[in-house]
């Protein structure tokens, strides 16, 4: 018995059988699409309140403790002052821009997350070039920001526009080739084929042992440049220009610059498992005679766990300088990556693979 | 080769920005005219005024026990220092000489108070670096001297305890107890702040070779406290000029000749250890004696000019009195040390990079009203 596959199957057949086809399809869209939006704006918020909490726990602090038992609530207080904030502006900003800026962020992270494989009947669309598509629509991203620091006509935000453009576009190529490294090895860029071939010869980042370990290595250093998170979040250095690209931002257009930080984190999280550690399969295959029990919990508590190494590298690490960015990317990562491919490959060739 | 040419083909804009007088990495109302061309810093120039409470005239028209109050709201993280260079100099005008108690109580908590201002300064360089931890761990250290302070002389940062000729309140039974205390307690913690921050890859390639400042530009600036002793500028009041019982402790003045950030940081870090070593020589053995060496009500120093030099957390501070008999001063100037490494931060960021000016400005361990008195 699978408990949600029944109700959302219950579900289907409803709205099928009280409704022409047509309507019904457009009816499920919608419906599936707002079930995704409710569900990432709670993972966003319940992010954030992690987020605080591990840095709290980090700094010899408590955190959140005072809005519901263990702070639970305190980030939906915070959403709910955001949302009901004034959006200030400056006078002089590029009004159409200013206003376009925030949804080409937020909207990147939440397209991304219709091909999320969360477990196999868990995921809105399963297409064959899912990877493919998570790595391309997150990087829309940029332009987002890009705009909010040019439209906002503040220097500071310009600044950290420009920096965000240069890092995004340079660690693109670390996070794509590793990615591709990975690809190499299952020969597949559908995300539930790259799962289900994890199930007979071990997670990926065994089965390829050396480059497989190496590729990981890269693809969190670039994954974590890509969302702008500490040690590589020049973009919003607080200590150099205050807020960044979104310091003349407020209410509702700062709440999706910031949602959407924590969901591209969820996003980059969720590719590391998906290729390094099988996706929503259970470690050594403890759960797959148990039929009713939801994969899902796997898949999210890897992704947890991937997303507390990336807090953890945010509480510890200082902050790079602009060229030490671009130094590590372009004479480092970039060229180890290549190799890597190689080695890969040859690994491949000569099926040294475990 | 390559590189130049292509850099100097490329004309670019230079322009404006306003850093500060509110900005994060100001640690006050500091407000520095940038010209930037990208990244790149072409002019530092320092906008001081916003806080400035004219401290210097006032305390023409107060007696010699108020100015020693003023003085705590210059350099507020060495509160204790600044009061002792008044009270030096206040003390020197009437030639009078204090117990060997209060020398020793003086230099105690003025080391406890310098160890007060780094461990603030520590996790300040990291917050401003991007390591946001490092503030909270010296927040932990810093509270049990400050919870000194307050069993004291009831207050933690602005402390009123010294007063010309001697100390407001003899200290707490239980001051030499938690003195001890806390020693053995940052004995073990100053380790963890280098493996947390001193040993990290990204930290030494943020802080070597930026800010660089060579002895001589540190002697002709007149950059004193870490900031000459990281250029090799052996410039510690304490070893040149002893004053209170500093003649009377062993310790090794911190000095390191590369003049980058990271020589300043290691120097303030040794400067933790060495303060820990000269507290824990004299916190054993504190003599028996008056608090308090008798002066009149109303203090009348003779006709003359009376300076005295400290060292301060942040370098040297000399107080200049200039006296014509009466209770009150005719003219006081006090030479701080943040005003004039200021001045150098000009000339060591040129060309640098916008993060390299926080990084070298968190090296300078700036304390603005200590700037701008």
């Not at chain 2, 203090?299 to 009195?321: D, S």
Request: net charge neutral.
């Amino acid at each position: 018995m699978n408990i949600p596959l029944n109700i959302t199957k219950t579900i289907h057949d409803w709205l099928f059988s009280i409704m022409p086809e047509g309507v019904a399809t457009v009816t499920e869209w919608v419906i599936v699409a707002a079930a995704y939006l409710a569900l990432f704006a709670v993972v966003g918020l319940y992010l954030v309140l992690l987020e605080r909490k591990v840095a709290a726990w980090f700094q010899l602090r408590l955190g959140p403790n005072r809005v519901g038992p263990w702070g639970i609530f305190q980030t939906m207080a915070d959403a709910l002052k955001l949302v009901s904030k004034e959006l200030t502006s400056n006078t002089k900003i590029d009004k159409f821009l200013y206003n376009l800026a925030p949804y080409f962020v937020i909207l990147s992270s939440l397209i991304a997350i219709g091909v999320f494989p969360f477990s196999r009947q868990f995921q809105a669309l399963d297409i064959n070039i899912g990877i493919f598509f998570l790595f391309a629509i997150s990087s829309i991203g940029v332009i987002g920001i890009l705009l909010a620091g040019w439209s906002s006509n503040n220097k500071f935000s310009m600044i950290g526009a420009m920096r965000s453009g240069l890092q995004t576009i340079s660690y693109e190529l670390s996070v794509g080739l590793s990615m591709l490294t990975m690809v190499l090895l299952t020969g597949s860029l559908q995300l539930s084929e790259i799962i289900e071939v994890q199930r007979t010869g071990g997670w990926l980042i065994i089965q390829g042992h050396i480059p497989a370990i190496i590729a990981f290595m890269i693809f969190m250093i670039a994954g974590t440049a890509e969302t702008n998170r500490a040690p590589f979040d020049l973009v919003e250095a607080e200590s150099e220009l205050g807020a960044g690209f979104h310091t003349e931002y407020s209410g509702m257009k700062f709440a999706y610059f910031f949602l959407a930080e924590f969901i591209n984190m969820f996003i980059i999280a969720s590719i590391a498992v998906v290729l390094f550690f099988g996706g929503w399969l259970s470690p050594f295959g403890i759960t797959d005679d148990i039929t009713w029990f939801p994969e899902s919990i796997w898949f999210v508590i890897k992704v947890l766990g991937i997303i507390f190494l990336m807090m953890w590298f945010r509480w510890t690490f200082p902050r790079l300088r602009v060229d030490q960015l671009l130094t590590l990317e372009w004479k480092y990562l970039l060229p180890i990556n290549l190799v890597n491919l190689v080695l890969m490959a040859i690994i491949i060739w000569l099926n040294w693979t475990i | 080769m390559v590189e130049k040419e292509i850099v100097n083909k490329m004309k670019t804009e230079e322009y404006f920005v306003n850093m500060g007088p509110q900005h994060p990495a100001a640690h006050g109302v500091l407000r520095l005219l940038l010209t930037i061309d990208g990244e790149i810093i072409k002019n530092v120039d320092p906008d001081l005024g916003y806080i400035h409470r004219s401290i210097e005239k006032m305390c023409e028209r107060d007696s010699y026990q108020q100015i020693v109050h003023l003085t705590d709201r210059m350099d507020y993280l060495s509160s204790h220092i600044n009061n002792e260079a008044v009270c030096l100099a206040v003390e020197k005008g009437l030639d009078i000489e204090v117990s060997d108690r209060v020398k020793v109580i003086r230099t105690i908590i003025s080391e406890l108070t310098r160890l007060a201002s780094h461990q603030l300064w520590w996790g300040v360089m990291g917050m401003d670096l991007g390591a946001l931890t490092t503030y909270f761990y010296a927040f932990r250290d810093r509270e049990y001297i400050n919870d000194i302070f307050e069993e004291t002389c009831g207050a933690r940062l602005t402390m009123n305890y010294n007063i010309p000729g001697g100390l407001m309140y003899d200290i707490h039974p239980n001051f030499v107890n938690r003195v001890k205390e806390f020693l053995v307690h940052f004995k073990t913690k100053l380790p963890e702040y280098d493996r947390l921050l001193t040993g990290n890859v990204i930290f030494q390639k943020r802080t070597k070779g930026v800010g660089v400042l060579t002895k001589e530009d540190a002697i002709s600036y007149g950059a004193t406290g870490p900031v000459g002793r990281g250029s090799g500028f052996a410039c510690d009041v304490r070893k040149k000029h002893p004053y209170s019982a500093y003649d009377r402790v062993e310790f090794k003045e911190a000095l390191f000749t590369e003049g980058d950030s990271l020589a300043r940081y290691k120097v303030r870090i040794m400067e933790m250890w060495e303060s820990m070593s000269i507290i824990d020589q004299l916190i054993d053995n504190i003599p028996e004696g008056d608090i308090k060496t008798p002066t009149k009500a109303v203090i009348k120093l003779p006709k003359g000019e009376f300076y005295q030099r400290v060292e301060a957390a942040r370098g040297e501070l000399g107080v200049y009195i200039n006296s014509t008999g009466t209770k009150n001063p005719y003219r006081v100037k006090f030479r701080s040390s943040g005003f004039s490494n200021l001045s150098v931060l000009n000339h060591i960021t040129k060309g640098a990079k916008i993060a390299d000016l926080v990084a070298t400005m968190a090296s300078f361990d700036f304390v603005i009203p200590d700037i701008d008195r």
